[in-house]
């Protein structure tokens, strides 16, 4: 979470693209990498981006546990999931796989709380409340630290970054045109941290 100010989340459709897409990526500093598992292409996604030298690639969307094991089995280094769950919060906690579940209320926090988690995805950002819901909740969790993610966009992203629980912000909007434009987008990205 710490590794750069913007997580990108990435819907890939096809395999041959992510290798690329990856490489953009990394090219512009960005090289902690959510492939989401929305697709079918998305393990064999994961198994390419692993390939490009200095990508930190993880599986996002992750809801079941044969999801997660299908997940670790492709390569990836992290799990994150819209929710959280006591059995497959249980799961992959046991693994020892780093998780960042979604939360987006007090008892989902506590939940993770109970699970020895304290970096959550607050999900989905904008419509949980954005930032002004962020920081109720962040208030009596003063150990958690968060990752929003869901409408997060460029012009919105330097607000949500200078509350201190938030460590880094999930986006989609460094995809989408060339390679060239994607590297330009993740070196912007990149900015928002400074």
Do not use: H
């Amino acid at each position: 979470m710490r590794t750069a100010p913007v997580i990108p989340v990435l819907v890939v459709e096809d395999a041959a693209t992510a290798r690329p897409l990856a490489e953009a990526l990394v090219a512009g500093g960005l090289r902690v990498l959510e492939v989401t598992l929305r697709t079918a292409a998305a393990l064999d996604v994961i198994r390419e981006m692993k390939t490009v030298e200095g990508a930190i690639v993880g599986a996002g969307t992750v809801v079941r546990e044969d999801q997660f094991a299908q997940a670790v089995d492709a390569g990836a280094e992290f799990i994150v999931s819209p929710g959280l769950t006591q059995r497959l919060g249980d799961v992959i906690v046991e693994s020892g796989v780093p998780y960042l579940p979604g939360v987006a209320n007090a008892g989902d926090i506590m939940r993770g709380m109970e699970l020895g988690l304290n970096r959550f995805k607050f999900f989905p950002a904008e419509a949980a409340g954005g930032l002004k819901a962020l920081k109720a909740l962040a208030a009596p969790f003063y150990e958690a630290r968060f990752c929003p993610t869901g409408g997060i966009t460029q012009a919105t992203a330097p607000e949500w970054l200078a509350f201190d629980p938030v460590l880094c912000v999930g986006g989609s909007w460094i995809t989408g045109g060339s390679m060239e434009e994607v590297t330009e987008r993740a070196k912007a990205a990149v900015r928002l941290g400074a």
